[in-house]
């Protein structure tokens, strides 16, 4: 009896099991929702982005499936075949001018195809539209400043926009080169030390759209993410209200009135004080801009460049070692007590 079915049965079930292995990760790439997903574009620039993306990978279609094509063709036809060497060389062509002049010109014509609409589009994107919301954006290691100079409205790793109206970004860096992308909305685009760079986005819908630094910064580059929240005109313009009011000082006795006296004073560990590197609007003295603007904290989606979840135990995860939760962060582990990391939680919480 042979026993050589069996075996032929069980590399079918390996190749199936690899099968489905490739088909799981490929439609993976499918799951819903996509938040940095390029090809999903929303609002004016993001869509003429894709619109040349469109014309450009198609042109490169047409020239991947002639240029594989015609070679599958030659290694088929003109394969060595056994026994019969020397019988299927084809016509040799080296030195045909007229295939020369044909295969140097046509290139040619495709790249200008390519160059028209990508200049058109390139000149079109540079224009800054009128009448935009104006907005700073400056780079640190590893987050981001928000600054809407004309509104006195200072923010971090949010970018709060109005539907349906153009938001022309400042783009700049407080250290080295970081990179705006918010794949949703626009292109990439670098943050300069000492340039100032224009990049305009518009959102279409209200929501929140991802966003990442793009370049390579340091330790936390990968941590350094952000959002743009779009919001209708009104709410928006609620929005700014919140944030150029402060917020109320909290309750004399309560644990976000021990916060805030941690805040403002030299830690008893001797190793700093908040106070030296945030900002909290109605707190005397608290104006550093070392690190994020906390005068509205407790209303952010996340905390720490998009890292953490602004939760109780967000923040306190973040207060007990900033290192540990983002690698290379420049505030340091101030080794604060329960107590202190209790009181300081209730503080920033209450920071609407
Ligand atoms: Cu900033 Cu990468």
């Known amino acids: ?27 993976a790439a499918c799951s819903q929702p996509y938040p940095y997903n390029t090809l999903n574009p929303a609002g004016p620039v993001a869509d003429k982005q894709a619109d040349l993306f469109a014309v450009v990978f198609w042109i490169a279609v047409a020239v991947f499936v002639l240029v594989e094509g015609a070679l599958v063709v030659a290694m088929v036809r003109f394969r060595s075949r056994g026994g019969r060497e020397g019988m299927d060389i084809p016509k040799q062509i080296h030195g045909n001018t ?15 195809g390519v160059a028209v609409p990508t200049v058109g589009t390139l000149f079109d994107l540079a224009d800054v539209p009128e009448g935009g919301l104006r907005v ?3 780079g640190h290691q590893w987050w981001w400043e928000i600054e809407y100079p004309d509104l006195k409205v200072i923010t971090a790793n949010e970018v709060h926009v109005p539907t349906d109206r153009p938001v022309n970004l400042t783009l700049r860096s407080n250290d080295v080169i970081h990179s705006f992308w918010v794949p949703r909305l626009a292109g990439k685009q670098d943050l300069v030390p000492g ?6 986005i518009q959102a279409p819908t209200p929501g929140t759209y991802r966003g990442q630094c793009a370049e390579y910064c340091g330790l936390s580059h990968a941590n350094m ?40 004073n030299p830690l008893p560990q001797g190793t700093g ?13 608290a104006v550093a801009r070392v690190g994020p603007d906390l005068s509205h904290v407790g209303g ?36 604060l007590s329960d107590e202190q990391i209790e009181a300081l939680v209730a503080y920033l919480r209450s920071l609407k």
């Not at 009896?1 to 439609?27: C, I, Q």
């Open 136 to 138: 700073n954006v400056i």
């Open 195 to 200: 340039r100032d760079i224009e990049l305009s």
């Open 1 to 27: 009896m042979t026993r050589k079915l069996p075996r032929r049965s069980h590399a079918r079930v390996v190749r199936l099991a690899l099968f489905a292995g490739a088909m799981a990760l490929l439609l």
């Open 273 to 285: 004080a908040c106070i030296a590197c945030h900002a909290v609007q109605g707190v005397e003295g």
């Open 300 to 335: 952010r989606q996340t905390i720490a460049a998009g890292i953490l979840p602004n939760t109780e135990e967000g923040l306190e995860r973040w207060l007990r070692d900033p290192p540990r939760a983002k690698p290379g962060s420049k505030m340091p582990n101030y080794q």
């Open 225 to 264: 993410r952000f959002r743009v929240v779009a919001q209708e005109p009104a709410e928006f313009e609620a929005w700014v209200e919140q944030q150029r009011t402060a917020a109320p000082a909290p309750a004399p006795g309560t644990d976000a009135a021990e916060g805030l006296e941690v805040f403002r």
């Open 98 to 112: 007229r295939l020369e002049v044909i295969w140097t010109i046509l290139p040619a014509l495709l790249l200008a």
